[in-house]
C-alpha cells in the first residue's frame, strides 16, 4: 500500500480492529463527493456497515435525526447546534436517547461528535435523501460568525444533491468561497468547492470552467491524481483545446512533473498557442523548454523555442524584451556569449523580479544555471521566492522551486544548507508523488555523498535514479547519476573506472549523454583521464571546455580550462596555466572547485621539489576540504601535506565540547536539530526562518567537524547552553 493511504487507513480506523481489516479493500472506493464537509471519506466495509446500521436502526427516528445533524457537521459551535436543534423541531427526548446509544462522545474541546468516524459516514450515507436535506437546510439557516460564509454554501450543496438537482445559485456560492480559500492560500479547498461547484452547475459551459479551475487549485496543493481526474471529467463534457484553455495548459503541466517529459513538452509547446493569456503562454514556453533540454532532445527545444517566439510575437505580451534571454540560454550559437552572460547576471535586479513574477520557472534549470556561473543570481531569486512560498500550501511549487536551490548551494559551497534541503524537499517530495522533484534532490544528495566518499549512497541514490528514469529517456537526471558515479570512483583512486563512467556523457546515443552535464563534468573527466593515461580523452575535454568558456564566459570555465591545460602540460606552461585559473575573476565564488585547483598546483609544486609553495597552497585546500567535510580530498591533501614537510592540523571529533565553538543561537539550532526537529519546526521554536535555521547548520556542521545531523547525538553541548524558558 501507498504510504499516504497506510496513514489515511489507520487514522480512519481509530482503533476499530474490524475497520482496519476491512478498509485496504474499500479505500480506492472512496468518494469525497458523498460528505459535504469531509475531506477523506472512506468507503465503510460491509460487515462493518451491518454492524452500525443495526445499531443506528435500534433507535426512533427523532434519535436518528440527532445522529444525522452531528454526521453532517461536527464543526460547528454550540450556539449553531442548539439554532438548527430548534429548526428540526427536536425535543430533548430525541437527544438523550441519542446520548444514550453510545454513538456520540464528547471531544476535548467539548463539541459532540459520533463516537467513530466511520459510524458517522455510516449515519449519513443510510439517511433518507429527504431528512438529509432537511438537516443541511436548517444548518445553512442558523449559521453565524466568521466561518458562516465558508460552510453554508457546503450545506447548501448537500441539500440540493439531495434533492438530485443542479443549481446555479448554490454553485456559485462555492465557487466564491473557494476563491477566498485561494486568495487565502488554502487550493486544497478551493479545489473540492469548485469540484462541487462544477456538479451542481446547470451550464456545461460553466461546469467545465469550474472544473478546469478546480483541476488548478488541487494540482497547487500536490493533488496530481484529483486535478488528472477533474480534467478528465471536463474534457469528457467539452474539447481538449477549451479545457487547455481554461487549465491554461495544466495538462502539461501535470506531465512535466509527473510524466514523460518529451510527452509533456509536446503537450507544453502545443498550448502554448492554446491558451489565451500571453503570459501564461510565456511560462508553459519556458516549462516546455526545461522539458526539452531535460531530454536532450534539441529539435524539440528549437521547436519550443520557435512557437513561443511565434506566440509572443503578436505584441500583446508586456514582458517581450525578455525573449531575448530566453533565446540566449537556450540555444546552441557558438557566436554569443559575454553580452549574453552580463544580460543574465542583470537580472538581480529588475529584470529578473519581471521574470520571477512571472514564473521561477522562467529562468535557466540549476544545472544550466551553473552552467553559464548565474548560480549566485538564481540563488538569490529562487530564495526569496521560497521564502513567500513557505507561507502558502502550494506544496508543488515550493517543492519543484526548492530542488533548484540544491544545485544552486552546492556551486556557491553551503553544502550544509544544500543538504538540509535536499533531505526536507525529498521527504515532501515522496509524499506528494513528484518523481522528478525527488529525482533533483536524490541527485544533488548522491553528488555530495561523492565529494564525501560516502560510495553507498552515491550507490544508492544513482539505482534509484537510472532505474526511474532511462525508460523515460530524462537525460539529464541519468547523465547527472553517472557523473556521481565518476566522481566517486575518481576520489576513490580508480581513475580507469572514473573515467569509463564520465566518457559517457558525450557518447552518441548514450541514455547519460547531456551536453549540460558534460560540461560541468569535464574538469572530473579531465582529471580521470589522465591518471588513467588517457590523454586523448583529456585533449577532448579541454575542446569541450574552450567552446563553452568562449561562449559563456563563465568564470568558473575559464579556470577549468586553464586547470586542464595545467594538467596537460608541463614545466613552465603549466605552472602558467594553474596560476592563470586560480587568477581568473570570480573562480573563487566555487570554494569545492577553487581548492580543487589549490590542490592540483600543490602536488605539481611538491612534485617540483619546490616544498614551500607547495605548503601554501596545500594549506589553504585543506582548510575548505575541512570545511566542506570533503574527505576524500582532505585526506589526499594532507598526504601531500605530510610529503611536503608540512604539520597537519587534526580536527576535533564530534565528542568535543560544543560550548568551546558554538555561538549561542547556533548551540540552541544545533540542540534542537539534535533532538529530531525539522528546519521549519526549528525555526517556530526560535522564532526565526528555516532559511536562517540552515545557515546556522551550515556553521555548526564544520565548526563540530561533523557530516550530518545524525552526528549532532554525539556532541556534548554543555550544561551551559541549556535553552531557557
Known amino acids: 500500500m501507498d504510504e499516504s493511504v497506510i496513514r489515511r487507513t489507520v487514522r480512519a480506523a481509530a482503533g476499530n480492529p474490524l475497520a482496519l481489516q476491512e478498509l485496504p479493500t474499500s479505500v480506492a472506493a472512496g468518494d469525497i463527493s458523498k460528505h459535504p464537509l469531509v475531506s477523506e471519506q472512506i468507503a465503510v466495509g460491509p460487515r462493518l456497515r451491518r454492524a452500525f446500521r443495526a445499531r443506528i436502526e435500534r433507535l426512533s427516528a427523532p434519535a436518528r435525526t440527532a445522529l444525522l445533524l452531528i454526521a453532517a457537521d461536527d464543526r460547528s459551535d454550540r450556539n449553531t447546534m442548539c439554532q438548527a436543534n430548534l ?266 523580479n519581471r521574470l520571477s513574477g512571472s514564473s521561477w520557472l522562467l529562468m535557466p534549470p540549476a544545472p544550466l544555471g551553473a552552467a553559464w556561473g548565474i548560480e549566485h543570481v538564481l540563488g538569490e531569486g529562487l530564495h526569496r521566492e521560497i521564502d513567500q512560498l513557505r507561507h502558502t500550501d502550494q506544496v508543488t511549487a515550493l517543492t519543484q522551486a526548492l530542488a533548484q536551490t540544491v544545485t544552486v548551494d552546492i556551486a556557491q559551497g553551503s553544502w550544509a544548507l544544500a543538504e538540509a534541503n535536499a533531505i526536507e524537499g525529498l521527504r515532501v517530495a515522496e509524499e506528494i508523488g513528484d518523481e522528478k522533484s525527488a529525482s533533483q534532490y536524490r541527485t544533488g544528495l548522491g553528488w555530495l555523498a561523492a565529494a564525501r ?127 592563470l585559473a586560480l587568477d581568473v575573476p570570480g573562480a573563487q565564488s566555487r570554494p569545492f572547485a577553487y581548492a580543487r585547483t589549490r590542490l592540483l598546483y600543490g602536488e605539481w609544486l611538491r612534485r617540483a621539489r619546490r616544498r614551500t609553495d607547495a605548503r601554501a597552497q596545500l594549506a589553504e585546500a585543506a582548510e575548505t576540504f575541512r570545511r566542506l567535510d570533503a574527505a576524500p580530498l582532505l585526506a589526499r591533501t594532507r598526504a601531500e601535506q605530510e610529503l611536503s614537510g608540512q604539520q597537519v592540523r587534526r580536527d576535533p571529533g564530534p565528542d568535543q565540547d560544543a560550548a568551546t565553538v558554538l555561538t549561542a543561537q547556533e548551540a540552541r539550532v544545533a540542540r534542537l536539530a539534535a533532538e529530531g526537529l525539522t528546519n521549519r519546526e526549528i525555526g517556530a521554536q526560535l522564532l526565526i526562518s528555516p532559511r536562517t535555521v540552515g545557515y546556522h547548520l551550515a556553521n555548526v556542521f564544520p565548526k563540530l567537524g561533523i557530516v550530518s545531523r545524525a552526528d549532532l547525538a554525539r556532541v556534548d553541548f554543555g550544561d551551559g547552553l541549556r535553552l531557557m524558558g
Not at 105 to 132: F, K, N, W
Not at 176 to 185: N, V, Y
Not at 239 to 256: M, W
Open 87 to 352: 429548526v428540526l423541531g427536536l425535543d430533548s427526548v430525541a437527544w438523550d436517547e441519542a446520548l444514550h446509544s453510545g454513538l456520540l462522545t464528547t471531544r476535548s474541546d467539548g463539541r459532540i461528535c459520533l463516537r467513530h468516524q466511520l459510524m458517522g459516514a455510516v449515519v449519513y450515507e443510510e439517511a433518507p435523501a429527504a431528512d438529509r436535506q432537511a438537516v443541511h437546510r436548517a444548518l445553512a439557516s442558523v449559521l453565524t460568525g466568521e466561518n458562516a460564509d465558508e460552510l453554508r454554501p457546503w450545506h447548501l450543496a448537500a441539500a440540493v444533491e439531495a434533492a438530485g438537482g443542479p443549481d446555479e445559485e448554490v454553485a456559485r456560492l462555492l465557487e466564491e468561497s473557494a476563491d477566498r480559500s485561494w486568495a487565502r492560500g488554502g487550493c486544497a479547498t478551493a479545489g473540492r468547492a469548485l469540484r462541487r461547484a462544477a456538479a451542481l452547475s446547470p451550464s456545461t459551459d460553466d461546469a467545465v470552467r469550474r472544473l478546469a479551475l478546480g483541476a488548478k487549485a488541487a494540482w497547487q496543493a500536490g493533488q496530481a491524481d484529483v486535478a488528472r481526474d477533474m480534467l478528465a471529467r471536463a474534457e469528457r463534457i467539452s474539447s481538449e483545446v477549451k479545457v487547455a484553455d481554461l487549465s491554461e495548459g495544466l495538462r502539461g503541466q501535470i506531465d512535466f512533473t509527473h510524466g514523460h517529459l518529451e510527452i509533456a513538452c509536446r503537450r507544453l509547446t502545443r498550448d502554448v498557442e492554446r491558451v489565451a493569456d500571453p503570459g501564461q503562454a510565456f511560462r508553459l514556453g519556458g516549462m516546455a523548454l526545461w522539458a526539452a533540454w531535460a531530454v536532450g532532445h534539441g529539435e524539440l527545444q528549437r521547436e519550443a523555442l520557435h512557437r513561443l517566439e511565434r506566440r509572443l510575437s503578436q505584441g500583446d505580451f508586456p514582458n517581450a524584451g525578455l525573449l531575448p534571454l530566453l533565446r540566449a540560454w537556450w540555444t546552441e550559437e557558438r557566436d554569443r556569449g559575454a553580452d549574453d552572460r552580463d544580460q543574465m547576471v542583470a537580472l538581480g535586479g529588475e529584470g529578473f
Open 453 to 579: 566518499g560516502d560510495e553507498r549512497t552515491v550507490a544508492d541514490h544513482a539505482a534509484r535514479t537510472i532505474e526511474l528514469w532511462v525508460p523515460r529517456g530524462l537525460r539529464v537526471f541519468s547523465a547527472t547519476a553517472q557523473w556521481t558515479l565518476g566522481m566517486s570512483a575518481l576520489f576513490a583512486g580508480r581513475a580507469e573506472e572514473a573515467v569509463g563512467r564520465l566518457v559517457r556523457l558525450t557518447e552518441d546515443g548514450h541514455h547519460a549523454e547531456h551536453p549540460t552535464i558534460a560540461v560541468l563534468a569535464a574538469p572530473d573527466t579531465a582529471e580521470a583521464a589522465l591518471q588513467a593515461g588517457q590523454r586523448a580523452t583529456a585533449e577532448e575535454q579541454a575542446r569541450l571546455l574552450r567552446r563553452w568558456a568562449e561562449r559563456s564566459h563563465a568564470p568558473w570555465a575559464v579556470s577549468a580550462l586553464h586547470l586542464v591545460h595545467a594538467l596537460l602540460e608541463s614545466g613552465a606552461e603549466a605552472e602558467k596555466h594553474f596560476r
